[in-house]
């Protein structure tokens, strides 16, 4: 068990007595104590809220152990002062360690260390006065056992419930805000943003829903900042239709026609739209006239719901209960999903209702948004973004998607998220049409929506894969330089449905926007990552949150590390680092030779493989992807002749691998069509962390009395495996100069590729092993067409090309 | 999607108004209301209580289809009458069905009744008003698309927060109490009841704490009934001390001494303990001294919580903030289980605290109890009701032991829990034994609590795997007879870790005691099963509670069926029955010969088979229990000459297996020890249930406005299986007579065992093959000792008795 901590905010003597009054840990009647028994008794009781006298709080004393042979009632009985070794002994205990695993009353100060668990300063055995002030400032900024502070332990058994009622603003500790909001007595609201848009073309601007969560102090003054989530899902999803509309990825890849595409040829143009005048607004009001019970919520959200924020959910276009029509990521989408921000700083109005066009005003709001969410959720963040509109503070975009083209398609190849072979932007609109769901709205639009489906068939192009103008206007990179945001980063390294290059490529190109940009890469995949017992991601956001939208001088821009990046080696162990994947990194040049990757030259060779593989494998590997990719990891027996495995030699000392790996070939086809996929894999034996957490405990982890829990989560190591992928990369031989213009492919003519693989950050262990593993079809990702098609590789004239991670 | 709803009471048409005006429903200005589409809006008005205003209401109004083309804002504006189908339409979208998937406008009663949903009277096409408010009362207590009541949704939007300080008593629905006491007004108390033991020895009678939920109503005069879970892990446990004490289980089965032991030679009589003198109280208060914030809940009972019921939980001897030792289900166990029960009915004391001796009595207690939780809770619960203890109406026995030689051993042999080898009795007791968790207690009996862990490891006796005079203190059986309390079982079909013996016992060992007795099988392991979509158990249980604990009429003893089971076949399909494992059932008689199942005469043969493997082979499956178990039904290659498999030919027609199987063999072993293990096999492929359930929405489903959620659930079909094991059990052929005596075993001698099962109902297909496989070392229950035994079966003195439903 160790612990990581980042969000702890180094805080001057006097501000801790300031914060500790201030929470009333300290009082009039402690705060002059010049008996150090006496005071940390008194720390102790207000700590053990639920015994509510004497007798019951002596009582809970004497369960723990001060030293190896008194307990804690005996030790403030008959101690003089507080010794470091019994306060940390009785810490330890608070935090929920255990002696008969985590630590031993002989060496509590061991243990701290152990666990990576903050020691306050202190001259002697004992602590003094002030000391241990500090001190318990400091256990209560500490992470616990069960992945929390112990001071929103506390908030979780209430002891924060004393504010409800009481405060006219957020209440701070170590720079943090704290539940003092009553969260049973939130005003939950709808409002209908009226977006500048018409994207269901019915001649009125559309309206979109918005779901409002705000403290009951907003009603007496109290200004909030907004975290909004963005969710197409938030409304509800048709799985079904959806379902129905996935697309048959068990076809042959096709020879495409060449062509002499230009980018200026495909570039996507905003069109001159004519937009609906706006509804003319016919009264206004303070007071909505919808409420609801239960939002689809974001853990994150609900942790910030009890501590001063407003939490808003809005699904945007083509959602139950808004007008529009899903589009899956373009301008239209954008639009939708910023207008509520405009809202909430005064530049669009929302209405009470969709028919009668009373005003209502975000009266309550302080101007300042934070968007949050995963997947979707964070990819609309770093869409609004873009946008550069005002209010926007900060996006915290998890796993989020900063190019479309990124998340369906490469290298001029249909691509697909991995465990959705299949999907495809038209599938997403239909599944996040949550308009559907609404029969009685349906009914009026459904062959609109069936033209607006194929529509966006049309665009996407299965057929080609390449790149064009429907891709061009989802591609949010072309408007980074609008960024003004700071923006904060979350991505696993082994998300294959989101994949790294969509963050790679926002980390790399807002670097000259001015803003602040924070990342944390984890080693899960597609996850959320705010309720891990190894690293204090709430806090994190707390502190960050509490920075950017209360404008509290709080340094958080200092104190969290630009990139923190969790090892894969290590269970538990976050690293923070300068950068990811610079460009100025070193590099290692690997060549090819038979079945070896080597720093040496090398001699004149080729090797080759047919993609093609008896129709009993193929069937196999068609419904088992993951024994496909088990297969092609060991070389298994089917798979002999339809790949090709390059190792180095057992590495000599570990290396850190740090940005996009980059495969360069001299290769033909036997036919006029052809693709390549290539993984590097790290081979060796080890147990490795699996890329699902486990729960750790069902619904334990509450930062606020009686109110919604979390699951608490960590990553743990699985099974021995020889192998594991590293990352992976797709191209269509006829892409070779990019993903827009086909290049001619001649049967048995060797052409130079040159691909960069999804950007990676790996620690190689000594040892093991580096390889790279050449093969056509992708079982989980590609089309899977079983064609007997020949590929042949120029070994001399190729190589692999590694960055390592360089200070 | 197919609904199943047991617990819908028959209700006579006045009983109707009178429960629509109690719960608002019909009220002064609808009450007399004649025009049928006027009180038809009213109800619709009063269930989106969402919506604040006529315009809002409107709104929602025209999102709903009340015909193919109409929505029903235009119906209600333009018809005269509310028709039969149009009132039915919208019925399945407020029951959230989604008409792209399941109905169609056209035709929303053949859906309907396709789902199983409860169609009103009616005369004509149109609804009269009497009609109409009864079709409103009967859509109220139907379960919509995501398992819960149209009333139980309701309430989760807050229809019933109305109610919240205003009622004096619980207010009920069709026979079932609804949300009205406001849970976060909840009183949560901690008393310490002294129970009539000494567990540890110390020379005191053990005090135990308990966690008391009540409705603040009670404050003000309300008495109320409670469930009581006895969790024993409710206050921590010790997962790394109990994982140190896991035993070794691959070790060899050694030969036993054979001896001539009676029943009476091992039979447990409680000694006469001298116990301590009750302590002298001290003064008596009503209000308790301490407090918690958050229970460690079964989400049964927090649907209960809002409903009039209070909830306590209690760990018992040997935990966190309790006197006493761990015993793993002895009679001191259960002493410590029914003192709550005792302090509830007035016949125990309970204090405030461990020190000052303050008296408070459960003075808000209606003095009538039930019993809820799963595994070694509901283990608990069958254990209290055979002490016959005053108040206790009714246990909810899910998943319980009956007898814990039953749980940790089988004939004759160590045989663990599914999941779990090398866990007995010993290592149980150290998991629980939560005390090791507050070090200020534990220091005081660490010595003590190592004895007590060495007395139940000789105890339980590994060596032997005899029922012993250990396991005789823990066998309820014994103590059936005293049962009074109405007993409620539910028990997985596939529940490997608590075996199905153990209800089947229960369930036909109180047959004459004169009490209500219910059953529930479901086709899951060891789960619950309070959330899933196509079962309404917990309306179930509501009803069932409703009548045991209020004492309401509501008929609950003749509406719940007596015997409930998930079908295997079908999913979704739960089916009444009058018993279970019935010794009457009919039985087939099949001979064994060459590799069939036979009920024709066969001739005379033996086979045979040996146990040890080659060392790899040993090692994977030691290593991959659920590769072993897949290989042994497709009787893989590494398992030739390693187990016999018999089976009849392609079956004709279904059978319906129902009770215990018993194989009857003539065997000898090579040596002069053995064991045999048996499974009964579905030989036929077929998509099968998981025995797991999928979560099909995380935290969706709560039945109280803003409060507790679960995860809604239901069995679902996995891949295709060619085989699925039915039943199984085991025998150490040194016990053929009974499990206590130890038979003399001679090498190659032939000798007669014959074997119950566990007990099933199973529905086996037409074309399937039934299966019997015969071999000795079960991977995941028996000791694994890879020995050089060859056992023979001389197949002609062999057969195989399946009992069949019979009605």
Do not use: C
């Amino acid at each position: 068990m160790k612990n990581n901590q980042f969000a702890i905010r180094p805080t001057e003597f006097n501000d801790q007595l300031k914060e500790l009054t201030e929470i009333d840990f300290l009082d009039k009647d402690n705060s002059s104590e010049t008996d150090t028994i006496k005071l940390w008794t008194s720390f102790l009781s207000k700590a053990f809220i639920e015994d509510k006298t004497s007798t019951s709080f002596e009582q809970k004393l004497s369960t723990y152990m001060a030293t190896p042979t008194q307990n804690l009632s005996e030790y403030l009985d008959t101690s003089t002062g507080v010794s470091v070794a019994a306060f940390y002994n009785v810490a330890l205990q608070l935090l929920k360690f255990n002696p008969d695993v985590d630590f031993s009353f002989d060496e509590p100060l061991a243990a701290m260390e152990k666990i990576q668990l903050l020691i306050a300063d202190h001259q002697g055995d004992n602590f003094t006065v002030p000391e241990l002030k500090s001190a318990w400032y400091w256990l209560l900024a500490t992470h616990n056992k069960d992945g929390q502070t112990f001071v929103d332990s506390l908030a979780s058994k209430g002891y924060f419930t004393k504010f409800y009622g009481k405060v006219t603003k957020p209440l701070l500790f170590n720079g943090k805000t704290l539940p003092v909001f009553d969260p049973h007595k939130l005003i939950r609201e709808v409002v209908y943003v009226e977006s500048p848009q018409d994207s269901d073309h019915d001649g009125k601007r559309d309206l979109l829903k918005a779901e409002i969560l705000r403290p009951y102090e907003t009603e007496h003054g109290l200004k909030v900042p907004v975290l909004y989530t963005a969710s197409p899902y938030n409304q509800g999803t048709n799985d079904e239709t959806g379902e129905k509309l996935m697309h048959n990825v068990n076809v042959p890849l096709t020879h495409k026609e060449p062509n002499n595409l230009k980018y200026e040829d495909i570039e996507y143009h905003e069109p001159k739209a004519d937009l609906p005048n706006p509804r003319v607004i016919n009264g206004e009001t303070k007071k909505a006239e919808e409420t609801f019970a239960r939002e689809s919520s974001y853990t994150l959200n609900n942790y910030f719901l009890a501590r001063g924020f407003a939490v808003i959910y809005m699904a945007g276009i083509g959602t139950k209960d808004s007008d529009g029509f899903r589009t899956t990521g373009d301008k239209e989408e954008t639009i939708s999903t910023i207008s509520i921000i405009k809202w909430l700083t005064g530049d669009l109005p929302a209405f009470t209702n969709r028919i009668d066009n009373i005003e209502i005003k975000a009266w309550w709001s302080n101007k300042k948004v934070a968007m949050t969410g995963r997947s979707y959720l964070g990819t609309l963040a770093t869409a609004a973004a873009t946008t550069g509109v005002k209010g926007l503070k900060t996006v915290i975009s998890e796993a989020a998607i900063s190019s479309w083209y990124d998340y369906y398609r490469d290298g001029g190849l249909v691509i697909a998220p991995d465990g959705f072979p299949g999907e495809d932007a038209d599938v997403l609109a239909e599944e996040t049409f949550s308009r559907r769901l609404q029969p009685g709205d349906f009914h009026n639009i459904k062959d609109a929506w069936d033209k607006q489906i194929k529509a966006i068939d049309a665009g996407q192009d299965r057929n080609s894969g390449d790149y064009n103008t429907f891709w061009d206007a989802r591609n949010y990179h072309k408007d980074f330089k609008n960024i003004t945001a700071d923006v904060f980063m979350v991505h696993g390294l082994n998300d294959w449905n989101v994949k790294p290059r969509n963050v790679e490529r926002l980390w790399n190109g807002i670097k000259h926007n001015g803003v602040t940009q924070k990342i944390i890469l984890h080693q899960g995949q597609h996850i959320y990552i705010n309720a891990f017992r190894s690293i204090d991601y709430s806090d994190i956001i707390n502190l960050w949150l509490t920075y950017e939208l209360l404008g509290v001088d709080n340094q958080a821009k200092e104190i969290i590390p630009n990139v923190i990046v969790q090892d894969n080696v290590k269970p538990e162990t976050w690293t923070a680092y300068k950068d990811w994947s610079n460009a100025d990194n070193k590099v290692i040049n690997y060549n090819l030779s038979n079945d070896k990757l080597t720093t040496q030259k090398v001699n004149e060779s080729t090797a080759s493989f047919t993609d093609q593989l008896k129709p009993a494998d193929f069937e196999l590997y068609r419904d088992n992807n993951a024994t496909w990719q088990s297969d092609l990891l060991v070389g298994g027996k089917k798979l002999t002749g339809h790949q090709l495995t390059f190792k180095t030699e057992p590495l000599t000392k570990d290396l850190l691998l740090d940005g996009k790996i980059n495969v360069n070939l001299k290769v033909s086809s036997s036919k006029d069509l052809g693709m390549l996929s290539f993984q590097v894999v790290d081979f060796g034996d080890a147990k490795r962390l699996n890329v699902s957490p486990s729960i750790l405990s069902a619904n334990s982890l509450a930062s606020t009395y009686d109110w919604r829990e979390d699951n608490l989560r960590e990553f743990t190591l699985g099974k021995q495996t020889s192998a594991k992928m590293i990352t992976k990369g797709h191209i269509n031989l006829q892409n070779r100069e990019n993903n827009y213009k086909v290049d001619e492919l001649k049967p048995n003519i060797f052409y130079n590729v040159n691909v960069d693989l999804q950007p990676t950050f790996f620690k190689l262990k000594a040892r093991h092993q580096l390889g790279l593993i050449v093969y056509a079809t992708d079982f989980g990702m590609t089309v899977r067409g079983n064609q007997n098609i020949e590929y042949t590789v120029q070994l001399d004239q190729s190589s692999l090309i590694v960055p390592l991670h360089t200070n």
